[in-house]
């Protein structure tokens, strides 16, 4: 979630967006893995 803002230097939005896209692929990896177990535990 990233608000444009004109003073940002661009190496700090350059981290933010790799910090959201880092959060969201642990979260899409933890929710695969948790489906995952889902399935096999049925």
């Known amino acids: ?3 444009l803002n004109p003073a ?3 190496e ?3 981290e ?3 910090e959201d896209v880092y959060e ?3 979260l899409t ?3 695969d893995f948790t489906d995952t177990q889902r399935v ?3």
Do not use: D, F
């Open 1 to 3: 979630s990233l608000t």
């Open 8 to 10: 940002t230097s661009k």
């Open 12 to 14: 700090g939005m350059m």
């Open 16 to 18: 933010a967006s790799v």
């Open 24 to 26: 969201r692929t642990v």
């Open 29 to 31: 990896m933890y929710h």
């Open 40 to 42: 096999q535990g049925s």
